[in-house]
């Protein structure tokens, strides 16, 4: 490689917390997500916040993927920009390519995704924020769940609940057309994943759902994205 | 006195206040009289706030009317905060309200007081549509206005930010109210002890930072390798940066062009400047409430009653009922829209 081995391209999408950049690490295509500094809070607080938050992202990934679930591959963590380096994802966001799939396509990505997310929660983990902007479909047809900034280690219903449930609102309300067939495909996935290791836990995460939408909060919310 | 145009009285009565306002139907407060619960150690015991408001209701009542220039008679509308608070306090504005309103034959509307923060922040800044954190002794809430509520972004999981800064100062010797003296401890400091910083998703917990707090006041260290100050300074700056935090995430999700911030705590200038500051990032006007109606006050009971009145009329006795646990994103507002 000439000059620098490690280069930083273009910016891809500027977030709240973090900036992701497209690059080259090694001669291979690239994502470098930055966390980025908040002047608002003092210079401790900072560095201590961004760099705990991306050695928890970094770490989860590399945990994830040793349950068979397709998530980008990290090379690099740099400590000093919190930075993490990883594997491009070439695909489009499933939001973006949803209404162009057809309905045999749809089903097949939805319930692979029950079966991914079956996965992480089985090993007790939950992702904190299932949009179908943080899931990319390659040009293989595989899918790719991205962005574990708002991941948790946890075992309670509640919090797999919650991670279905906010799934839920967000196919509602992104695409409202499509719900049924999606929702029902991935809850399908989501079970058969469990059964193939004989268990039942899954029935009160889900039945949970419920009792979530029962609460004064998500009433008649309705979701922008 | 003229009057000008209708006026409505409006009582709180949810916690250590017991506040009482004059309000014509434009908005202009012609009267705000309040007597709050000083404990001279611990914190606010409901039974002794109760002996204190009961006692005293009347003569607050009194200077008010006095303060506003009118008499009882002149009154067109009560209006008092019927949700949330503590249940014995809240019954005392409830009953004192329901009595006004039968011996003067006038009609009575209940309001949220959570709703009442965020009108009157509203009204007293000339702002329409915030994204609002609400922050006092007994709420931490990030709200904005979206189809007919308030929804509620982001809450405290367990303890309010106002509760465990005044636990703070009590367990630390300061007597009440010990929010303003944390303050002034602060600026003495920029030693920062590491505290625990937690934020899920969108809500806070502030109860594991009071425990370590109070754990660092009480460690043999104390006075040796750091001082109160310290504590005063990390604790603030720790809590304030979840808030921010949070209402920075709210404000990039709801993408409001305003930003109000209301409450107790909202007095506080390191929170303000810290606040404001994510505001401009996201180029929105930021405003504090007022002093004056930044606590809890009787002012905003009544200019919510009148708004509350004026789009869907009284309430019956009948749906008087207190409800100390009431959210206010059950509550549908339709003055607005």
């Known amino acids: 490689m000439s000059k620098s081995t490690i280069k930083i391209e273009r910016l891809l999408h500027k977030g709240a917390e973090a900036s992701l950049f497209f690059g080259h690490w090694f001669g291979k295509e690239a994502i470098f997500k930055q966390r980025i500094p908040k002047t608002y809070r003092i210079e401790q607080i900072d560095s201590q916040l961004r760099l705990s938050r991306t ?39 499933l939001k973006d390519v949803i209404s162009d799939l057809d309905q045999v396509m749809r089903t097949r990505h939805f319930f692979q995704i029950g079966v991914f997310i079956s996965r992480l929660h089985q090993n007790g983990h939950v992702h904190g924020d299932i949009t179908t902007s943080n899931i990319i479909v390659t040009s293989n047809e595989d899918i790719f769940l991205i962005d574990f900034g708002l991941h948790e280690y946890s075992d ?32 399908n996935g989501y079970r058969s994943e469990y059964l193939k290791n004989s268990s039942n836990q899954y029935n009160p995460i889900i039945q949970n759902i419920k009792v979530i939408e029962s609460r004064g909060r998500y009433i008649k919310q309705v979701d922008r994205k | ?30 009267g705000l009289v309040s007597d709050s619960y000083n404990p001279d150690k611990g914190g606010i015991h409901p039974a002794l706030v109760r002996e204190q408001h ?81 922050v006092s002794g007994g709420n931490t809430i990030v709200s904005a206005y979206e189809s007919e ?105 709801t993408r409001k062009e305003e930003v109000l911030l209301t409450g107790g705590v909202a007095a506080n200038k390191r929170l303000q400047e810290m606040i404001k500051k994510i505001s401009e990032d996201h180029n929105s006007r930021f405003e504090v ?46 003055w607005r829209d």
Request: with cysteine.
């Open chain 2, 54 to 134: 009961t006692s005293n209701f009347k003569k607050i009542i009194k200077q008010c009317l006095n303060e506003a220039d009118c008499s009882i008679k002149d009154i067109d509308l009560v209006a008092f905060s019927q949700s949330p608070g503590l249940g014995p306090i809240l019954k005392i504005g409830a009953q004192v309200a329901r009595m006004l309103s039968q011996l003067l034959s006038i009609p009575l509307v209940g309001v949220n007081h959570c709703i009442a923060h965020i009108e009157i922040g509203r009204f007293q800044c000339k702002i329409d549509d915030p994204l609002t954190l609400y």
């Open chain 2, 289 to 334: 409430v007022p002093l004056r109606y930044a606590g809890d006050n009787g002012a905003m009971i009544a200019w919510t009653g009148i708004l509350r009145f004026l789009s869907e009329g009284a309430h019956k006795i009948s749906e008087t009922k207190i409800n100390p646990k009431q959210r206010m994103d059950n509550i549908t507002i339709p």
């Open chain 1, 55 to 93: 050695l928890n992202e970094a770490r989860a990934l590399i945990k994830v993927k040793t349950y068979g679930i397709n998530v980008p591959q990290v090379f690099e963590i740099d400590v000093d920009s919190s930075t993490i380096i990883m594997k491009y994802v070439n695909g489009e966001k």
């Open chain 1, 156 to 187: 309670t219903i509640e919090d797999k609940s919650m991670d279905l449930h906010l799934f839920k609102r967000v196919l509602i309300s992104s695409h409202g057309k499509y719900f049924d067939e999606c929702f029902n495909s991935f809850l």
């Open chain 2, 149 to 253: 509520r308030y929804q509620i972004f982001g809450e405290t999981l367990d303890i309010p930010i106002g509760n465990m800064i005044d636990s703070f100062a009590r367990d630390a010797g300061l007597p009440h109210p010990g929010g303003p003296k944390i303050e002034r401890l602060a600026l003495k400091s920029s030693n920062y002890l590491e505290l625990p910083y937690i934020v899920k998703g969108m809500d806070l917990s502030f109860s594991g930072l009071y425990s370590s707090a109070k754990r660092l006041l009480q460690s043999n260290k104390l006075n040796k390798e750091y001082f109160l100050e310290d504590i005063a300074y990390s604790l603030q700056e720790t809590s304030f940066s979840m808030l921010t935090e949070v209402t920075e995430r709210a404000l990039a999700h």
């Open chain 2, 1 to 30: 006195m003229k009057k000008n145009g209708n006026l409505c009285l409006g009582i709180e009565s949810t916690a250590h206040t017991w506040s009482v306002g004059i309000v014509d139907f434009l908005g202009n407060v012609i």
